[in-house]
């Protein structure tokens, strides 16, 4: 079945870089997603990527993609602390030769981002 | 500036009271979702909706139950609520697309307490 798997908790230092990863395991998805959710809020949609796609760059988000072993990752430069958030990493399972709109997220990884 | 809302941000119900959760969108979006968030596992699909009157099961749809009379609005009924449910309730939607991204907006949260 679908299944999407993140760490639960990350850390790190106003100025350096994050690494969130994710592990999905539908191999028939076309897009992989990435969801923020700020406290006291629902979730937006961040960035996505295409799964014909390695990398992908929006200013200080790159999203890596590794198709063989079902890997995605997101990598924010310069961390701020509005940067704070929990991180969704997310599938669209597709069924024939369509989507079915579905997203399967993973758990979520918070980010905690120390001054 | 596009919205999905929420009736409730906060609720606070008994055991085996009947719990309705309301969520309306301005987008004209034919999919809509019902998700719970729970620490450490994630969003968890309850019932979704392609279409007025038309619903179907998620991964977790024991208690629940969904009404779509109206495009834009999408209620969840809890028929005789538990404190199992005590959760955050979020209501997503979405435009179809068979080949295209799916980006779902999601409205602010209503975090239920049954008591």
């Known amino acids: 079945g679908e299944d999407v798997e993140q760490s639960l908790f990350l850390s790190v230092r106003e100025g350096d870089s994050s690494v969130i990863n994710c592990t999905y395991t539908d191999s028939s998805s076309t897009y992989l997603y990435w969801y923020k959710q700020e406290p006291g809020a629902g979730l937006q949609l961040l960035t996505y990527?295409?799964?014909?796609?390695d990398m992908k760059q929006d200013q200080r988000l790159t999203v890596l993609l590794n198709k063989k072993d079902k890997h995605l990752s997101l990598r924010i430069a310069d961390t701020q602390t509005g940067d704070s958030a929990i991180y969704f990493c997310a599938e669209s399972p597709m069924v024939g030769s369509g989507n079915t709109g579905k997203l399967i997220f993973g758990q979520g990884t918070t980010l905690q981002v120390k001054p | 500036d596009v919205k999905v809302t929420q009736s409730s941000r906060y609720l606070v119900k008994r055991t085996g009271e009947k719990v309705f959760l309301e969520c309306v969108q301005d987008?004209?979006?034919?999919?809509m979702f019902w998700y719970r968030q729970d620490p450490g596992l994630g969003l968890r699909l309850i019932y979704f909706?392609?279409?007025?009157?038309?619903?179907e099961k998620g991964d977790i749809p024991e208690g629940y139950s969904v009404s779509r009379e109206k495009k834009e609005r999408f209620s969840l009924i809890l028929e005789s609520a538990s404190t199992n449910q005590t959760s955050m309730y979020l209501c997503?939607?979405?435009?179809?697309?068979?080949?295209?991204?799916?980006?779902?907006?999601f409205g602010p949260g209503t975090r239920l307490t049954v008591l």
């Open positions: 990527i295409f799964s014909n796609m």
């Open positions: 909706s392609y279409d007025v009157k038309m619903k």
């Open positions: 987008m004209d979006h034919e999919n």
């Open positions: 997503a939607s979405s435009s179809p697309g068979s080949h295209s991204y799916n980006e779902q907006f």
